[in-house]
């Protein structure tokens, strides 16, 4: 004769081990400032905090009321800078998020038409852009559109991850070693991966621009006569301190 075990009981089992489980599987995945002290990291801050390249989005959100359409003078500048933007770095279509059954539906689409406008007077392709419709999560927030593309961009971090001690300390052997410390160099890199231009100046140089041969030429023109190259600005005198006192 075999025993069962209660409902209760095996349910309560069953929950325990489900929740083991669950402790297992998020303990490996937890990175944690020990693992760091543990590995061994490069004594170059460029090689423990690469600048990466990779795609992600640029949005910007523009906000409708209840009673008014079109864009604002601020909004439609706005809009006219993200699609010269996406003229130069844009590597995938513009959406545009348009919110539907909300009470200002009707205005939403009023300023969707302007932000169409606003598009093809900067010259971005009408198949360039695609119009989606979502309801919002919460009707207690204002609805908006939303407009992104995404682009190539430089990325480095995340920062803030302290394996060791700063100060002396017998488990802290960059103290002594005289070595940075593991967080040394990241604010750095991720605020230049930040401020870049053109990621792809990370990895190779741009062709150099044709040089201004009226100018050149002017140049060369002097030195054949024997005059000074120097360029004279007469407006150069008027910006001068004045003499009084010498």
């Given at each position: 004769m075999t025993s069962r075990i209660p409902d209760d009981r095996g349910r309560a089992l069953r929950v325990a081990g489900a929740l083991i489980g669950l402790a297992v599987v998020l303990g490996a995945c937890k990175h944690?400032?020990?693992?760091?002290?543990?590995?061994?990291?490069?004594?170059?801050?460029?090689?423990r905090h690469p600048i990466a390249i990779q795609e992600a989005n640029r949005s910007i959100i523009v906000f409708?009321?209840?009673?008014?359409?079109?864009?604002?003078?601020?909004?439609?500048?706005?809009v006219m800078g993200m699609a010269q933007s996406w003229l130069r770095e844009g590597t995938g279509a513009i959406s545009i998020d348009v919110p539907v059954d909300t009470p200002n539906a009707r205005a939403a689409t009023e300023s969707l038409r302007e932000i169409q406008a606003t598009f093809a007077a900067a010259g971005v392709p009408p198949r360039a852009v695609t119009v989606r419709q979502y309801h919002p999560e919460d009707p207690r927030h204002m609805a908006a559109?939303?407009?992104?593309?995404p682009?190539?961009?430089?990325?480095?971090?995340?920062c803030g991850l302290w394996p060791e001690d700063l100060g002396p300390s017998i488990h802290n052997k960059s103290y002594f070693?005289?070595?940075?410390?593991?967080?040394?160099?990241?604010?750095?890199?991720?605020?230049?991966?930040?401020?870049?231009d053109n990621p792809s100046d990370l990895?190779?140089?741009?062709?150099?621009?044709?040089?201004?041969?009226?100018?050149?030429?002017?140049a060369f023109e002097k030195y054949r006569k024997g005059v000074t190259t120097t360029t004279i600005y007469p407006e150069a005198e008027k910006a001068k301190l004045s003499d009084t006192g010498k």
């Open positions: 944690t400032d020990e693992d760091l002290a543990a590995v061994s990291y490069s004594p170059d801050y460029r090689q409708v009321g209840q009673a008014r359409g079109g864009l604002s003078a601020t909004q439609r500048a706005d559109i939303r407009l992104n593309y682009r190539i961009s430089a990325v480095a971090g995340p070693e005289n070595k940075s410390y593991y967080n040394f160099g990241c604010a750095n890199q991720r605020n230049l991966a930040a401020m870049i990895v190779q140089p741009r062709d150099e621009t044709p040089a201004y041969t009226a100018r050149r030429s002017e």
